[in-house]
């Protein structure tokens, strides 16, 4: 480790504890970034792709309470 990273830790550890676990957070997710925004895009592709059928009468909707329902007999 450098000296630069060790200072930075010696700093990150004097933070509060809900500090300390946002940077963690925060460094964790930068390892992943791209592959995280590649991930959200499509997945808003398919949100849009869904609105779209269920707008155009392609595919139906349930209620909240019957999808809640299913969820919880598993």
Do not use: C, Y
């Not at 504890?17 to 499509?42: C, K, M």
Request: no cysteine.
């Amino acid at each position: 480790m450098t000296q630069t990273a060790k200072a930075i830790l010696k700093r990150a550890l004097a933070l509060d504890p809900v500090n300390r676990a946002e940077l963690i957070e925060a460094l964790f997710r930068s390892f992943d970034r791209h592959r995280r925004e590649e991930i959200d895009a499509a997945w808003a592709a398919e949100a849009e792709s869904r609105l779209d059928a269920h707008a155009a009468g392609k595919i139906s909707a349930d209620k909240a309470e019957a999808v809640l329902a299913r969820i919880g007999r598993r």
